[in-house]
């Protein structure tokens, strides 16, 4: 499988590593996949360009991102052996396929991949290069119980509850329907781009 590779299969393609990397989550997983060391320098994540990357001591560069945004940059991964394989027309859409089904079960999932010093000036203009895809991540909260008791409580008075969310629309929409926010077939999902385009008459 393209998106779920060992770890110790992932390590051996960067000899570099960040212990220093991001914010919780990067670290997590950027210790994950290299385990420890140090970067020199760093992209921070933006919600509006929805990735962040690293530059590691050894030259090579380290991305994390929605995936909508990074596998269109990505040409090659690792294969069962480990080893960057070119990613054609069958493998694209597998991945792509795993990715949805994933954000369909309530899952946010981030793409990994790395690059060179090249990749990461040109992303720094939104310009990636090829990227190399380390495999993609799933993460996944359970929902509380409280939350579900408050959704249905402000249903019955007759009060809407809308959600506003970082994630991808499907994963925003599993979640809805698994907080009872939606329900039955009818909904609503909108993203920040088709939000700002309407008109305050629109919304509401």
Not at 61 to 76: I, M
Not at 82 to 110: H, K, P, T
Not at 167 to 196: F, H, Y
């Amino acid at each position: 499988m393209w998106y779920f590779n060992h770890i110790k299969k992932i390590s051996k393609c960067i000899n570099a590593a960040c212990t220093h990397y991001g914010n919780a989550t990067e670290r997590a997983l950027c210790s994950f996949s290299v385990g420890g060391g140090i970067r020199s320098e760093r992209i921070p994540f933006d919600s509006k360009s929805k990735f962040s990357a690293g530059l590691l001591s050894d030259g090579s560069a380290y991305f994390v991102g929605a995936p909508e945004v990074l596998l269109p940059c990505c040409n090659s991964a690792l294969d069962s052996a480990g080893d960057a394989v070119c990613i054609d027309g069958v493998a694209r859409r597998e991945i792509e396929e795993r990715q949805r089904a994933l954000s369909l079960d309530a899952c946010r999932v981030l793409c990994l991949a790395f690059g060179d010093r090249e990749a990461f000036e040109g992303a720094k203009r939104g310009a990636f290069g090829e990227l190399t895809l380390l495999c993609l991540v799933a993460i996944r909260d359970p929902v509380r119980r409280d939350v579900l008791k408050s959704v249905r409580d402000c249903n019955a008075a007759g009060v809407g509850v809308i959600m506003v969310t970082g994630d991808n629309p499907d994963t925003a929409l599993a979640v809805a329907r698994e907080t009872g926010i939606i329900s039955g077939v009818r909904s609503l999902v909108l993203t920040s781009k088709e939000l700002q385009a309407m008109s305050d008459g629109e919304v509401l």
